[in-house]
């Protein structure tokens, strides 16, 4: 290297030696994520061990969906899954008002750092036969964008179907 710069015929002065730090480092992956800075400096294993506590403070009761959510994001991150599949998937059923949608919102902003990693897909709106080509694409040389597929853009992100009761039978 030094002899590369004198022959560049930059004075060795003028060179500044600089070390990359781990906010540096939080930097870059924080613009090839999308996911906030915080997020990414944060020290992982202390979201995870917390990761109960701090759901809880937004979701009343519910410590059963809670506690399965927080275990299958520490196995996850543990290393104990297949990195060409998704973290992990949860299917959360029950009637109006229980928390399922306000839990799933909690654990992307929690998790993720915003609300905006979760995709949220409206299934009334894919009542009728044709309207599946909304949701995964129509054939070439129509129209129709695929929502959920064209929404995938990031590596971590979550998808939440929300009124499947009203979808379209048979």
Same mark, same amino acid.
């Given at each position: 290297?030094?002899?590369?710069?004198?022959? !560049?015929?930059?004075?060795?002065?003028?060179? %500044?030696?600089?070390?990359?730090? #781990?906010?540096?480092?939080?930097?870059?992956?924080? !613009?090839?994520?999308?996911?906030?800075?915080?997020?990414?400096?944060? !020290?992982? !294993?202390?979201?995870?061990?917390?990761?109960?506590?701090?759901?809880?403070?937004?979701?009343?009761?519910?410590?059963?969906?809670?506690?399965?959510?927080?275990?299958?994001?520490?196995? #996850?991150?543990?290393? %104990?899954?297949?990195?060409?599949?998704?973290?992990?998937?949860?299917?959360?059923?029950?009637?109006?008002?229980?928390?399922?949608?306000?839990?799933?919102?909690?654990?992307?902003?929690? =998790? =993720?750092?915003?609300?905006?990693?979760?995709?949220?897909?409206?299934?009334?709106? =894919?009542?009728?036969?044709?309207?599946?080509?909304?949701?995964?694409? #129509? @054939?070439?040389?129509?129209? @129709?964008?695929?929502?959920?597929?064209?929404? %995938?853009?990031?590596?971590?992100?979550? #998808?939440?179907?929300?009124?499947?009761?009203?979808?379209?039978?048979?």
């Amino acid at each position: 290297v030094a002899e590369l710069l004198q022959q !560049s015929g930059v004075p060795s002065e003028a060179t %500044l030696v600089r070390q990359v730090t #781990a906010e540096d480092v939080a930097q870059v992956v924080s !613009s090839w994520t999308g996911i906030a800075v915080e997020q990414v400096s944060a !020290s992982e !294993s202390s979201r995870l061990l917390h990761l109960e506590k701090e759901l809880h403070e937004t979701i009343i009761g519910q410590d059963e969906a809670v506690q399965s959510v927080s275990r299958a994001l520490r196995r #996850a991150r543990a290393g %104990l899954r297949n990195p060409q599949r998704p973290m992990a998937g949860f299917c959360f059923c029950g009637p109006t008002g229980v928390g399922k949608t306000a839990l799933c919102k909690t654990l992307a902003s929690t =998790f =993720f750092g915003s609300e905006e990693t979760m995709i949220r897909l409206d299934m009334s709106e =894919f009542m009728e036969k044709h309207t599946v080509s909304k949701l995964i694409g #129509a @054939p070439p040389g129509y129209a @129709p964008l695929a929502a959920f597929c064209c929404s %995938l853009g990031r590596s971590e992100q979550g #998808a939440l179907f929300g009124h499947g009761s009203r979808l379209r039978q048979g």
